[in-house]
């Protein structure tokens, strides 16, 4: 398919990924490309339903925050702890301070990795990092700060990874100017 071809099909398929995350609250898990049927004149199927997730309106609002939050660096700090609070990520006893302090600095590689897209109206998956790996030292402090894990964010982490490796392979560039992650 023509560039012209793979932007169009990628752009569907990030559209409708973010619209099913944050206003469906439903979530199909199994983003590869043998769950996509392409047709001629552009269109798109997604198959194999095999693994989907509802996703609480907590959770799709939470990372929503989060990903705003962070993508506003400095400023947006307080507000990044506020939502890994209200998502239950981090123990109750951290505070703004010890948060910005111990667990950021650790979190910042995947968080930069995962609100990369959003920092341009437009993103060149074909360009796109590999995703950044914590050291054993890091993982040990990220779990003394962490505290629980809402049982659906693997699945969404899982989700993002897989249509960003998806939207590589296709060689998409997309449009990710949207009404829920922003600036």
Do not use: K
């Not at 700090?77 to 239950?88: C, D, F, P």
């Not at 914590?134 to 962490?146: I, T, V, W």
């Amino acid at each position: 398919p023509s560039q012209a071809q793979r932007d169009a099909a990628g752009q569907r398929i990030f559209d409708a990924f973010l619209r099913m995350v944050f206003e469906l609250g439903r979530l199909h898990a199994d983003p590869h490309p043998g769950n996509y049927l392409f047709d001629e004149e552009g269109g798109v199927a997604l198959l194999d339903f095999g693994c989907t997730r509802s996703l609480p309106e907590p959770l799709s609002a939470g990372v929503a925050r989060a990903w705003s939050a962070h993508l506003r660096g400095a400023a947006g700090v307080a507000e990044l702890h506020g939502a890994y609070a209200g998502l239950g990520l981090i123990a109750p006893g951290l505070s703004l301070d010890g948060f910005a302090a111990e667990l950021l600095p650790i979190l910042q590689p995947l968080l930069d990795w995962q609100v990369a897209p959003f920092r341009a109206a437009r993103f060149d998956f074909r360009s796109r990092a590999p995703l950044p790996r914590m050291g054993a030292e890091q993982q040990r402090m990220a779990r003394q700060c962490l505290h629980s894990l809402p049982p659906e964010l693997p699945f969404f982490d899982r989700s993002w990874m897989g249509l960003n490796r998806l939207l590589g392979q296709l060689g998409a560039r997309v449009q990710t100017t949207n009404p829920w992650i922003h600036q």
